[in-house]
């Protein structure tokens, strides 16, 4: 399905017409670089939740209802990203402020963040199902980009990976819907930077307890560490890519 009509407006709801689309590719141009090095400093609030920050826009992932054991939220933020409309990922009360909510495909942007959703399903066959809905969202921060896969549960199509773009951070489920031999096949076909896995750890949601051990295990790592936040900055080198296990953090 298309989009029949499509609007672009600058901290305002994007309007779009039609039910459900893949959403045109966002065309970013050059953004004016407000430090000499601009990064994305990436927190993990358990589950499919981060808080992923810029120097001045904070965007919330996924935000959870304390129903999952991990407690209320108590985040501010001026953009709140929700990939699919599941209790654990949809709960708006727990973020302070007035941020611009996005629930769907399309261009957004805020503040300098430049957003753009990707309409994908959370089932493993891809059918067009209103349950199954999933939005991957790619973010831009100045130049780096982090993509949140939010429930996917399949491969991505050649449309959706030139949506995508050049990935620099890539937010991967681990237990969900996609199998760990999936998980990998995506990883190869948007080959980010860095890799951070998700969902694994939800509190009373969590997921089967050697999910993340199977995963690393799929790509090929036996032994990593942890750490408590994960800063990204622009980078133009060619490096290995890197898997960052994140402590679940409040």
């Given at each position: 399905m298309h989009i029949s009509t499509?609007?672009?407006?600058?901290?305002?709801?994007?309007?779009?017409?039609?039910?459900?689309?893949?959403g045109p590719r966002c065309r970013y141009g050059l953004l004016p670089m407000k430090e000499r090095n601009p990064l994305a400093e990436i927190?993990?609030?358990?589950?499919?939740?981060?808080?992923?920050?810029?120097?001045?826009v904070t965007v919330i992932t996924d935000p959870y209802d304390k129903s999952l054991g991990l407690g209320t939220l108590n985040q501010k933020a001026e953009?709140?990203?929700?990939?699919?409309?599941?209790?654990?990922?949809?709960?708006?009360?727990?973020?302070?402020?007035?941020p611009f909510v996005i629930t769907g495909p399309g261009e957004y942007e805020v503040g300098g963040v430049f957003v753009t959703g990707i309409?994908?399903?959370t089932d493993k066959a891809g059918e067009d199902k209103e349950r199954t809905r999933n939005n991957?969202?790619?973010?831009?921060?100045?130049?780096?980009?982090?993509?949140?896969?939010?429930?996917?549960?399949?491969t991505l199509n050649a449309q959706?990976?030139?949506?995508?773009?050049?990935v620099d951070v890539?937010?991967?489920?681990?237990?969900?819907?996609?199998?760990?031999?999936?998980?990998?096949e995506?990883?190869?076909?948007?080959?980010?930077?860095?890799?951070?896995?998700?969902?694994?750890?939800?509190?009373?949601?969590?997921?089967?307890?050697?999910?993340?051990?199977?995963?690393?295990?799929?790509?090929?790592?036996?032994?990593?560490?942890?750490?408590?936040?994960?800063?990204?900055?622009?980078?133009?080198?060619e490096e290995p890519m890197q898997v960052v296990v994140l402590e679940v953090r409040s």
């Open positions: 499509f609007a672009w407006k600058t901290g305002k709801l994007v309007q779009l017409h039609g039910i459900f689309a893949e927190t993990w609030l358990g589950y499919d939740c981060f808080r992923i920050k810029s120097r001045d953009i709140v990203t929700v990939s699919h409309e599941y209790p654990g990922s949809n709960k708006l009360s727990g973020i302070k402020g007035d309409g994908s399903f991957v969202f790619a973010m831009l921060m100045h130049d780096v980009v982090v993509c949140h896969l939010g429930a996917l549960g399949h959706q990976l030139e949506i995508a773009g050049d890539l937010l991967v489920p681990v237990g969900g819907q996609l199998s760990t031999s999936k998980a990998a995506v990883i190869s076909q948007v080959g980010p930077r860095i890799v951070v896995p998700m969902h694994f750890s939800g509190g009373k949601a969590t997921t089967e307890p050697d999910a993340l051990d199977k995963f690393m295990k799929e790509l090929g790592l036996k032994e990593w560490k942890t750490q408590e936040k994960l800063v990204v900055r622009a980078t133009e080198s």
